[in-house]
Structures are given as C-alpha cells and as structure tokens.
C-alpha cells in the first residue's frame, strides 16, 4: 500500500501533483477565468463583508494558516489573523459576529482546534472550515467550508495535506479578491493561470532528488538548523524546520530573514547549516544581503533559488531550484523542496519516518 516506496512520507509527498489536481477540480478554470467554491459562494456576501479573518489551527495548518494572511492580505486586503488554537482557546478572546474563523485541520478532530471553534461560535462568529477528513468534528461544526480533497493522509509529518490547505486558501484568497475587486483583472487571470500550472511545475521539483540526498548527507550529522524566509517565503522556513525536527531530531528554527540581527545570528557558526528560502522577486537584493550575512560567519548555506539564478549560487553552498512562479503561489514549489529534505535526513539518521516518537498524527487531547 505504499506504492513501491519506503515509506508513507515520501508517497504522500509524490502525490502531490496529483492531490493538488483534486484540490483544484471543477474549482478553478484558467481559459474563462474563474474559481467557483460551493462552500465559499452560498455565503459570499457574508462572507465578504466580514470586517476581519481569524485562521486558527496547530502545527503544520497554523503554517498554512499564516500563508493564508498573506495571501488575504495582500489579494483580498481583508485583516487577518493567525491564532494557535490552544491559545485562542485560553485567552478570552475578542471575537464577534462580525469575524469570519477559519479553521485549518488535516484530521479534523484536533482537540484544541475544535474546542477554539466551539467557542468562536459562542461569540457569534462565522465558521468556516478548511479541513481534509471527510465528515470529522471540525467539518461538522463550522457553519460552510471547503475540503482540500488530499486523501487519507498517514505519515505523521503532514506533507500533501499542507499544500491542499495553502491551495484552498490561495483559491479562497482569488475568489475574495475579484469579488471585492481588490487586484486587477489582469493580475487575477495570471495568477489563476499559474495555480492551475503548479501541479506540472512541483513534477520538475520532484525530479531533484538526487541534488537533495547531497544535501541531506551534509546536514545529517549536525545539531542545529536554522531556515529563513521573508514575506511568503516566512512560514514556509517556519515549516521547514517543523518538518526537520519533528521527523529526524535535529533541532531547528524558523525566521524571518531579517530577525536574524535580532538574536539567532549569534548562533552561526561553521556548524551551522542555515536554508534561505529565496525565491522572492520581491526583497531579492535584501534575502541577497542576509546569506552574505550568514557566510560572513562561516554558516554553511543551502539555498532554495528560482531556476536560472545565478547570483545567489555564486554565494551560497548549495542551491537548488524552482521554476519561476509568482510570489504568491512560489510556498508550494519550495516547501516540497524541504519536504524532501527532512525526509532523507531522517532517512540517513535511521529515523522512523512514519512514526516519529512521542508524536501522534492526530492531537485528540489538550
Ligand atoms: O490534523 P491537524 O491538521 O489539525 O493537525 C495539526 C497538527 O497536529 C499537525 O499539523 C502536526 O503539527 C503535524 N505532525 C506536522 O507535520
């Protein structure tokens, strides 16, 4: 059942090609331009008009979670924010009729995620679920919602399932934004046309394994990993280092590229790998200046650069490439980059993959 390959984890992490395609079917049409989602348009106007979004989950889906402020933001100009549910939960918080909530869960049943929910609907909000278990607690308490249609998911590490979720939100954020008419039509089209071009696009990432088994055999044996990113490009260094220490144990962190003056440059050394997601076209020349940063101080730098680059590999250690895409959508080519990396270091470490200890795949308690 796991297709020929040696664990769940890297099967899933193939799949998604695929698992994005089902995400986007009958969702999405580039040629007549538009994105339809059941869940979405029955409440539209409410939706809409919602004066605030506020994303809760755990884990991987608070990362998707906080692509999906950005991709609000910047598409819908909507405020949004990302909560932890088990804080939400704790902390009395400020929510009304007036506030959509949109909870993020792969399984649907992750305890303090449900209970955040329980108590925004208290508070009157709008429920929403991005969820991928058909049927689960989650999906049966919100009030609409949208399934990411990833399929059962049974690595421990979430992989398929977070793309599903940032490929959800990245729709939900472009049906929000042509409604509200907050980017121009031109832009909308070439966006639509790039999602539906992303599937063919994480194939030719898929194809560098061989490049990311020579990275991982660099940073198998050390201690520490730091990952940055700025703007889109920051959650996915948040779950890169989620995806390296839960599965291979090697402790790491995620930044925005520009904290690092702020406290973890003291830590860089020659011991310290440090992965610069690096793909934005926007603040190129700044990502630029913060891994001279890091080489300044003998940190040893992977890079992850959009295909043809040449300034930032005539610097860094390693690079390794994406095909073009826009900034937007650019988390769902580099996180399977880093997917990909964590795997085979857990690999090389002789890690179980599927099973990391102490961890369960779906947090049914507090
Ligand atoms: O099922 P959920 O999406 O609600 O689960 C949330 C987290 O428990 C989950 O994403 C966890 O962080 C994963 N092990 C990450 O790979």
Not at 184 to 189: A, D, K, L, P, T
Not at 207 to 232: H, M, S, T, V
Not at 246 to 273: F, Q, R, T, V, W
Not at 336 to 361: F, H, W
């Amino acid at each position: 059942e796991k297709g020929g390959y040696d664990y769940f984890m890297l099967k899933e992490i193939h799949e998604q090609p695929n698992t994005l395609r089902d995400c986007m079917r009958g969702r999405i049409n580039a040629d007549e331009g538009w994105i339809r989602l059941g869940g979405l348009e029955d409440y539209a106007s409410k939706i809409s008009k919602a004066k605030r979004f506020v994303m809760i989950g755990c884990g991987t889906s608070w990362h998707a979670g906080l692509i999906g402020e950005y991709l609000f933001e910047d598409l819908a100009r909507i405020p949004v924010e990302v909560e932890y549910a088990s804080e939400f939960r704790y902390r009395n918080p400020v929510i009304s009729e007036k506030d959509v909530v949109i909870a993020i869960s792969q399984s649907g049943e992750t305890a303090d995620t449900l209970a955040a929910l329980e108590i925004a609907k208290e508070k009157g909000a709008f429920l929403y679920g991005v969820v991928n278990s058909v049927g689960s607690s989650i999906a049966r308490t919100t009030h609409a919602g949208s399934y990411i249609h990833a399929g059962p998911e049974i690595g421990v590490a979430s992989t398929k399932a977070f793309t599903g979720q940032v490929t959800l939100l990245t729709l939900m954020a472009l049906y929000l934004a042509h409604h509200r008419g907050t980017i121009s039509e031109q832009y909308y089209r070439k966006l639509i046309t790039e999602l539906t071009l992303i599937p063919e696009k994480i194939k030719k990432v898929l194809q560098q394994d061989d490049k990311i088994k020579y990275i991982a055999a660099e940073i198998k044996d050390r201690q520490n990993a730091i990952y940055l990113g700025r703007g889109y490009n920051f959650p996915v260094a948040l779950e890169g280092a989620l995806k390296l220490k839960e599965i291979s144990y090697i402790h790491a962190e995620g930044y925005p590229a520009a904290e690092m003056k702020h406290g973890p440059i003291a830590l860089i050394d020659e011991n310290m790998p440090v992965i610069v997601i690096a793909t934005n076209r926007s603040a190129y020349d700044k990502i630029v200046s913060n891994i001279q940063e890091v080489k300044a101080r003998k940190g040893t730098v992977i890079a992850v650069v959009p295909e043809g680059d040449d300034t930032i590999s005539r610097i860094a250690d390693y690079t390794i490439e994406i095909p073009e895409t826009e900034d937007p959508l650019s988390p769902l080519l580099s996180v399977i980059l880093l997917q990909l990396l964590s795997y085979y270091t857990a690999v090389m470490r002789g890690c179980n993959v599927d099973q990391p200890r102490n961890l369960a795949k779906s947090v049914t308690v507090e």
